[in-house]
């Protein structure tokens, strides 16, 4: 699923795994999938991405962390 979302790089989906099983875990299979060759300009997509989840990741952790780790709906 993880690999599936970042092989057809979409930013919501992305969002959503990423919110689903983590963004360290969706960095580490994105880390993997690099190394069986991804084409430059899908590795430059999906990096933004995930540099730019790892922002608003931190800023609502900053911001509201409960509400991250799903005590607040």
């Known amino acids: 699923m993880i690999m599936a979302a970042l092989t057809r790089p979409r930013f919501h989906e992305i969002l959503a795994i990423s919110e689903e099983?983590?963004?360290?875990?969706?960095?580490?299979?994105?880390?993997l999938?690099?190394?069986e060759g991804v084409p430059a300009s899908r590795v430059e997509m999906v990096?933004?991405?995930?540099d730019n989840l790892a922002i608003?990741?931190?800023?609502?952790?900053?911001?509201n962390p409960r509400r991250?780790?799903?005590v607040v709906p």
Request: charged letters at 30%; a positive charge; glycine letters at 6%.
């Open 47 to 50: 990096s933004s991405i995930l």
């Open 56 to 63: 608003r990741f931190k800023n609502a952790e900053r911001t």
């Open 33 to 35: 999938l690099q190394t």
């Open 68 to 70: 991250l780790a799903g």
């Open 21 to 31: 099983f983590g963004l360290e875990r969706v960095m580490e299979e994105w880390r």
